[in-house]
């Protein structure tokens, strides 16, 4: 079946900023939550920030503190990731999935998560 589909990275430079996009071609994912993780290279794949329908409430990787923010449009049904200040430890994959009710309290947990698109590489540059 089709899958979540990323894209918006790129080779940046710390400081910069990029937004990635997760689409829904079949629209059979973006009911429930959302969630971006990233895969830096060798390392597991990690939580980077989810949203919840309905009321949008978003949650991050403690790290970040700030920098990146999640959004959903309902009338598109596309999810975004708003990257700022980009530091050079940012580079990984980043993947978009989503997180089907009754998953749990750990909203972390990337096994909690289907629909997993082929990731998008983002390269941070000193």
């Known amino acids: 079946q ?3 589909v990323e894209y918006g990275g790129g080779l940046v430079q710390a400081g910069d900023s990029l937004r990635l996009t997760c689409q829904d071609p079949g629209r059979s994912f973006t009911r429930g939550t959302m969630g971006w993780f990233r ?5 597991e794949r990690e939580f980077v920030a989810a949203i919840t329908p309905f009321n949008h409430r978003t949650y ?3 790290s970040l503190k700030g920098r ?3 959004s959903r449009d309902d009338a598109t049904n596309m999810i975004y990731l708003q990257m ?11 993947y978009c999935a989503a997180r089907p009710a009754q998953s749990g ?3 972390e947990d ?7 698109g082929q990731g998008t590489q983002v390269t941070v540059s000193s």
């Open 2 to 4: 089709v899958g979540l």
């Open 39 to 43: 895969q830096p290279p060798g390392k």
């Open 60 to 62: 991050y990787l403690d």
């Open 68 to 70: 990146f923010t999640v």
């Open 84 to 94: 700022d200040n980009l530091r050079p430890e940012d580079t990984a994959v980043y």
């Open 105 to 107: 309290i750990i909203i």
């Open 110 to 116: 990337p096994s909690t998560y289907k629909g997993w």
